[in-house]
T-cell receptor, first 111, second 115 residues
């Protein structure tokens, strides 16, 4: 079943601005991941944060995790037009290694 | 470079026909692969877990007789949409699980359009 909920559903910003996307989930997790999907393409893994971590950085990406609130945020700093894509959070499931995906945030970065 | 491939990348078929989609793990022997489905402007929903050498595990609501999964080798899983109907039109994405990592590697997806 779908676990995560992202907001906003859509975000439009200009190049150079920061983009923040949020994700909430329902049950306990071992880790939470963020993926990017360009239109009509597969998913690209961006970053994974474990349940015992609160913040993680990777290049222009910053992810936070608040397990007490069951929420995570993805910050993209100094956005570029190439960052235009849909972003999904994904959590591990109760059993197995498949993922539960959120509904996604569609990000548009205009030059 | 890509570590999971899918073929075909897109396919158009007539209603009632069957379509086979291949998912290959290019650099890893994957005992477990996953099939997801994504409708337009929606998220990915897990359809089934493909297990090498054994039966696939289907999610609730996914008809196993309609979506046939075969994982005959460690590098190849196939999804066959049997007697396809327009409502089966969707984006099908596979991924593989690598034991040492919690991340998954996704294929580029297959766009299925059933007329």
């Amino acid at each position: 079943s779908q676990q995560g909920e992202e907001d906003p559903q859509a975000l439009s910003i200009q190049e150079g601005e920061n983009a923040t996307m949020n994700c909430s989930y329902k049950t306990s997790i071992n880790n939470l991941q963020w993926y990017r999907q360009n239109s009509g393409r597969g998913l690209v893994h961006l970053i994974l944060i474990r349940s015992n971590e609160r913040e993680k950085h990777s290049g222009r990406l910053r992810v936070t995790l608040d397990t007490s609130k069951k929420s995570s945020s993805l910050l993209i700093t100094a956005s570029r037009a190439a960052d235009t894509a849909s972003y999904f959070c994904a959590t591990d499931r109760d059993s197995g290694y498949a993922l539960n995906f959120g509904k996604g945030t569609s990000l548009l970065v205009t030059p | 470079g890509a570590v999971v491939s899918q073929h075909p990348s897109w396919v158009i078929c007539k209603s009632g026909t069957s379509v086979k989609i291949e998912c290959r793990s290019l650099d890893f022997q994957a005992t477990t692969m996953f099939w997801y489905r994504q409708f337009p402007k929606q998220s990915l929903m897990l359809m089934a877990t493909s297990n090498e050498g054994s039966k696939a595990t289907y999610e609730q609501g996914v008809e196993k007789d309609k979506f046939l999964i075969n994982h005959a080798s460690l590098t190849l899983s196939t999804l066959t949409v049997t007697s396809a109907h327009p409502e089966d039109s969707s984006f099908y994405i596979c991924s593989d699980h690598r034991g040492w990592a919690d991340t998954q590697y996704f294929g580029p997806g297959t766009r299925l359009t059933v007329l």
